[in-house]
């Protein structure tokens, strides 16, 4: 097999959906955004297991990804919709850190041109107290980044799934040529 085959270009595909995701990862802990953490994890390990695949000669792995894949491009609408406050959601609401917190994205306290302050709150001392965070001067709104996050990740998620079934057709019609000898 060449350089340049399918197959190839689907180990190419599953590395950068991986550094993809572990980047993301990075950025949903550091905000504590459980449910994004979940399913980048579980994206992690399916990547892992398309990748196997496509190395090993395994079609049965890469159909699991190719199947993984729509559901991620799913979830990264979803994620998308959040964001971008559609059909009733709201970007301040605690749907993804599963009640458990009030964090949100990093980004929006930490993004490109962001100057954050804070002001403690009268009457409350201690090592518990909080303080009021105001964020300006932001470049880029934090829910654009996460869209854009999103939109990049639908994006490679579309072309592996393109990719992983080509493999698999590839992978299936060169099994059958060697049952057929």
């Known amino acids: 097999m060449g350089c340049c085959t399918g197959r190839c270009t689907l180990i190419f595909l599953c590395a950068l959906q991986l550094l993809a995701a572990l980047e993301r990862q990075v950025f949903d802990f550091l905000g504590y955004q459980w449910a994004p953490i979940l399913a980048n994890f579980l994206h992690i390990i399916i990547v892992i297991l398309g990748l196997f695949g496509t190395i090993q000669y ?25 964001y971008l406050e559609v059909g009733g959601l709201s970007k301040d609401s605690e749907l993804l850190t599963f009640n458990i917190s009030r964090h ?43 869209v ?26 060169e099994e059958d040529s060697c049952l057929r000898k």
């Not at 491009?73 to 959040?82: D, G, L, P, Q, R």
């Not at 929006?108 to 965070?133: F, Q, T, W």
């Not at 964020?135 to 880029?140: D, M, P, Q, S």
């Not at 996050?149 to 592996?160: E, R, T």
Request: hydrophobic share 45%; net charge neutral.
């Open 58 to 82: 395994r079609p049965r792995y890469i159909v699991v990804y190719a199947i993984w894949t729509a559901v991620w491009v799913t979830w990264n609408i979803f994620i998308i919709c959040f």
């Open 104 to 146: 949100q994205s990093w980004w929006s306290e930490n993004g490109p041109g962001c100057v954050r302050k804070e002001a403690s709150m009268s009457g409350i001392k201690g090592l518990d107290s909080h303080s009021y965070v105001s964020v300006i001067g932001c470049a880029l709104e934090y829910r654009y980044i996460e």
């Open 148 to 173: 854009m996050h999103s939109s990049f990740q639908i994006l490679i998620a579309l072309v592996g799934f393109v990719y992983a079934c080509y493999v698999v057709s590839v992978f299936t019609e």
